[in-house]
């Protein structure tokens, strides 16, 4: 059997079509001050580990920019597609930690994607994500500083 050259290649074309990226844009809002800085992450789903971790397993991207009142945006270019779920915080006095009282809750500004709450922890990762779809030129995760 004899295949010409250009069905071969375009056998290749049609079984090598690449995965279209996109920009994932942040967006966290509420930002009360300029004191600090605005830390943050974006993970992806990862099986067996609940989100977020406490050791970075799942996070794919971080974030660390002056705090500004307002809005801060934040975007990273040619994301391949799929489910990414935004968390950040105000870090006021720069410690790099989320500071809490003796309950445990925090003192600073947090926020999740979605503007999503969790119940006596963290939300779920599915009520924090966005997706970014296969050939979207961008998709934007938002959440709003709790303080």
Not at 29 to 49: I, M, N, Y
């Amino acid at each position: 059997m004899k295949i010409s050259l250009s069905a071969m290649c375009l056998s290749l074309f049609l079984f090598s079509v690449p995965v279209l990226a996109g920009d994932l844009v942040l967006e966290v809002k509420g930002v009360r001050s300029d004191q600090g800085d605005v830390l943050g992450a974006v993970h992806v789903r990862t099986p067996g580990v609940k989100f977020p971790s406490r050791d970075g397993e799942g996070t794919v991207h971080n974030f660390k920019t002056l705090a500004r009142e307002g809005t801060i945006t934040v975007v990273f270019k040619d994301v391949a597609p799929g489910d990414y779920a935004l968390t950040a915080f105000h870090d006021e006095d720069r410690s790099g930690e989320i500071n809490s009282n003796a309950l445990g809750i925090p003192t600073e500004g947090y926020a999740f994607g979605n503007d999503a709450t969790g119940f006596m922890g963290p939300p779920k990762f599915e009520d924090v994500a966005v997706t970014l779809e296969e050939g979207a030129e961008s998709v934007t995760a938002s959440g709003s500083l709790m303080y």
